[in-house]
């Protein structure tokens, strides 16, 4: 190749490269397109957790830390037997450690952890990356909401648990 045809050549692709549209993403003046159910952020919904520490367990990272004590509940008929239940003390998720693969919103039996699309979370102190309930909960707003049933599906059971009790409610009134 001589050093005019090398030129030229280099010349073409600049010129090329000029007419193109550029693919550089303006963030953060303008906002990604991302598919809504992106996996941004892991969302608690804190009622529905029972502490059964599955999400824990089998998170690859053991980057979700959770306390909790055991509350002892009176028996709910005379002569019956005391139970005990879980109180959550602490729910966190250390997103500096997560690698983001939803194996614990997979497993949790209970529906308690759901993802967000959310994304800009960055923080100047690696610590502050460890999100505590409170901040985990706030998440929940941005969850985006189920598609919807298939038509022809099956109406849900609790939807129609709660129908029922609500139509034999009404009866009652
Ligand atoms: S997404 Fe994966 S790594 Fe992150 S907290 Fe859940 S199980 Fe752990
Ligand atoms: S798997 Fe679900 S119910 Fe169990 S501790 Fe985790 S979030 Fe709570």
Redesign the pocket.
């Given at each position: 190749m001589t050093f005019g045809s090398g030129l030229v050549k280099g010349l073409a692709v600049t010129l090329r490269t000029m007419t193109r549209r550029a693919v550089t993403q303006q963030y953060p003046e303008t906002q990604p397109e991302l598919p809504p159910r992106s996996r941004g952020v892991?969302a608690l919904f804190e009622e529905n957790c029972t502490v059964c520490m599955l999400c824990a367990r089998?998170?690859?990272?053991w980057?979700?830390y959770i306390d909790s004590h055991k509350e002892t509940l009176p028996a709910a008929a005379p002569g019956g037997r005391e139970r005990s239940r879980n109180v959550l003390d602490r729910f966190a998720?250390d997103f500096s450690l997560?690698?983001?693969?939803?194996?614990?919103v997979e497993v949790c039996p209970f529906d308690a952890l759901f993802w967000s699309p959310e994304f800009e979370y960055a923080e100047t102190d690696i610590r502050e990356l460890t999100h505590e309930r409170d901040r985990l909960r706030e998440w929940m707003w941005t969850v985006p909401e189920p598609p919807p049933l298939d038509q022809a599906a099956e109406e849900p059971k609790e939807i129609a648990a709660a129908r029922k009790a609500a139509e034999r409610a009404g009866e009652a009134t």
């Open positions: 892991i089998e998170c690859p990272d980057c979700i998720i997560c690698m983001y693969c939803g194996i614990c």
